[in-house]
């Protein structure tokens, strides 16, 4: 599942969550169940046709502002011009499913870690099919956004066998917070200000 082309993308390094920081949180929260609350923030501008470019923001934990991450990063995003974008950054859908491989890179490697299987490779190939129909308002009864969303996972593991990497992604689910957004009602709010 290798579809990495070679110039621009060729990960060299394997997955990899340290148990002992995953225990040592874990065990901090637990004492202060205070200092679970987070608040992730992302500011964007207009940035010409469909495009909008974004920085992060700080990153909120217990009602205190880590500013080190203010302006860190910068995203733009805009569409593909088969679907009347100019094409300078990736498309909304594609941030989608960033997120999901973020997250779910994120959660193997710290499930693998919990149970002691040290993972050598990960690769993701995901999809995202969406019914314009639905956009456009020309078919009411196709919803606006995403139809599905799959996912085709590759472990490899020296100290796995195929049904330990199975449960990994079996329970994946059950552990990830991006697929549980994705999965689940959550309370959005948009206004004016």
Known sequence: ???FREAKLTPTKKPYADINAIRDTQDIVRKRPELGKVTFKLKGKANGGL?????TGPLVQNGQADNTRDGKFCLISDEPVALL????GVSPAEYVLQAL??????????????????????????NFDIDLNGFLGLDEKVRKGAQAINVDI?????????????ALVRDLPNNSPIHDTLANPVKISARLV
């Not at 974008?85 to 300078?88: A, F, L, V």
């Not at 590759?154 to 199975?166: G, I, K, M, V």
């Open 154 to 166: 590759a472990l490899s593991s020296d100290t796995a066998n195929r049904e330990q990497l199975e």
């Open 51 to 55: 495009s909008i470019a974004s920085q």
């Open 85 to 88: 974008g100019t094409d300078t």
């Open 101 to 126: 491989a973020g997250c779910y890179t994120v959660t193997l490697a710290s499930m693998a870690a919990a149970k002691g299987i040290d993972l050598n490779g990960l690769e993701l190939d995901l």
């Open 1 to 3: 599942m290798n579809h």
